[in-house]
């Protein structure tokens, strides 16, 4: 079904398709690159969205972000933040290499430290970094998004383990089903979980 998926769909590019290969050539988890069907799902809601700007917590190789740029209007911008210093030229190269590079922010740290510096306020936000920080990323980010705008958290099926395993003294495991709960009891927002590959939560700022 996948692959019948991706076959009907709009290709991920030629960048992107690069990129995708030297993910898993050169870094230890490429399972946690975004992907050909979740990067187009990204593209998509950037699109219908028409974000002004958007804040990335968790860049990893940058597919997610060029996806997301692609969409964005000439004027707009994301703001992207990788706590991995060690993946900083990684992610620069595929920048370099593409023409939406002027759109890009790229801030290597800690997004709890990062997040309350940014100036200004997005439209939408792409929750993807260390899971046990959910809660943070989601309570400083809230601030930051104007009404109407949308926060998008990736990985929140967190491979079946949300269901399957409730009690999981795991922290990352731990960390996505306090922030499902949070999100679950929170008034301000409407939410949806889709069961894109991890799991994609899409919230609505009321």
């Known amino acids: 079904m996948e692959e019948y ?11 992107l398709s690069k990129l995708n290969r030297e993910a898993h050539v050169k870094l230890l988890r490429p399972r946690m690159i975004a992907g050909h069907l979740q990067g187009r799902v990204l593209k998509m809601l950037v699109r219908l969205l028409r974000p002004q700007r958007i804040l990335e917590i968790g860049t990893y190789t940058g597919y997610a972000t060029l996806c997301m740029a692609e969409a964005l209007p000439e004027s707009g911008e994301i703001h992207t933040i990788e706590i991995d ?6 992610i620069q190269n595929q920048f370099n290499q593409s023409e939406l590079k002027s759109k890009i922010r790229l801030h290597i740290g800690d997004a709890l430290e990062i997040i309350p510096r940014l100036e200004g306020y997005f439209d939408l936000a792409l929750i993807d970094g260390d899971k046990r920080e959910y809660c943070e990323y989601y309570d400083l980010t809230f601030d930051k998004i104007n009404p109407g705008g949308v926060i ?21 495991t731990q ?16 939410k949806v979980i889709l069961p894109l590959r991890d799991g994609l939560t899409i919230i609505y700022k009321l």
């Open 5 to 15: 998926i991706l076959n009907h769909i709009d290709e991920e590019g030629e960048l």
């Open 85 to 90: 210093d060690e993946m900083e030229d990684f």
């Open 152 to 172: 998008l958290a990736d990985n929140t099926l967190w491979s079946g383990k949300v269901a399957n395993e409730p009690h999981s003294s795991d922290k990352q």
């Open 175 to 190: 960390g996505i089903l306090k922030f499902n709960e949070k999100i679950k009891r929170d008034k301000r927002i409407e």
